[in-house]
């Protein structure tokens, strides 16, 4: 079954304990993103790559990183998480091609850092 | 950043009638996605316009692309509680890949 999956699916922590959101893909796509999602803002891009060894930065990328070693696997890493990282997030890919690609959603992870 | 904004954000109403969701922007889009979302998990693609002026059916649903690709509307005939969900709109500009989406309307159907 083609998916995105994520892992763990809920974390509590506390602040400045570093944690790893993991996320992989089993359809060969190269381009894989991650999102957070806070009430009232819908969706937005924290990171994301167009293939591997090639990341770039999205519209709240402060506070995060990410790395790309393989085609199927895309880590988000919170270094030091502070309470406004608190979110749902979302891990996606899909492939490049004509405007009417998908993106292909994992089903996310809620953080709670206290 | 482009913005999208969605109206309305909260929708509450009853089996069988009509509604209709905006996605707004002062930005030009070279193609414009909508999306529904469940409680617990991702957002699903249900269609993609991208022509000015496009207008799509998915059984009860009807997309349209407004003329100058700045806004969209999704209408909803006779809804049912199935319908109920996040529904987010999202554009892409260019041919890349990223994608900016709306804040969402919150669509709850009651029997």
């Known amino acids: 079954e083609a998916q995105v999956t994520q892992n763990p699916r809920y974390l509590i922590t506390v602040t400045g304990k570093k944690l790893t959101v993991t996320c992989s893909q089993n359809m060969n796509h190269e381009y894989m993103s991650w999102y957070r999602q806070d009430p009232g803002l819908g969706l937005r891009q924290i990171y994301y790559?167009?293939?591997?060894?090639?990341?770039d930065k999205g519209d709240v990328p402060e506070g995060y990183k990410v790395s790309r070693k393989e085609k199927r696997n895309f880590p988000l890493i919170l270094e030091s998480p502070s309470p406004n990282q608190t979110s749902l997030y979302f891990c996606?890919?899909?492939?490049?091609?004509?405007?009417?690609?998908?993106?292909?959603f994992g089903p996310g992870t809620r953080l709670l850092v206290l | 950043t482009q913005l999208l904004e969605q109206s309305p954000q909260f929708l509450s109403i009853q089996e069988g009638e009509n509604l209709t969701v905006y996605c707004n922007s002062s930005s030009v889009f070279s193609s414009l996605q909508w999306y529904r979302q469940e409680p617990g998990e991702g957002p699903v693609l249900l269609v993609t316009?991208?022509?000015?002026?496009e207008v799509k059916k998915l059984k009860r649903l009807t997309f349209q692309f407004g003329d100058a690709r700045k806004d969209s509307s999704l209408h909803i005939t006779a809804a049912q509680p199935g319908d109920t969900g996040l529904y987010l709109c999202?554009?892409?500009?260019?041919?890349?890949?990223?994608?900016?989406f709306g804040t969402g309307t919150q669509l709850k159907v009651e029997l």
């Open positions: 790559s167009m293939n591997v060894e090639v990341t």
């Open positions: 316009v991208v022509t000015g002026g």
């Open positions: 996606a890919s899909s492939s490049p091609g004509p405007v009417r690609e998908t993106q292909y």
């Open positions: 999202a554009g892409r500009t260019g041919g890349g890949n990223k994608l900016t």
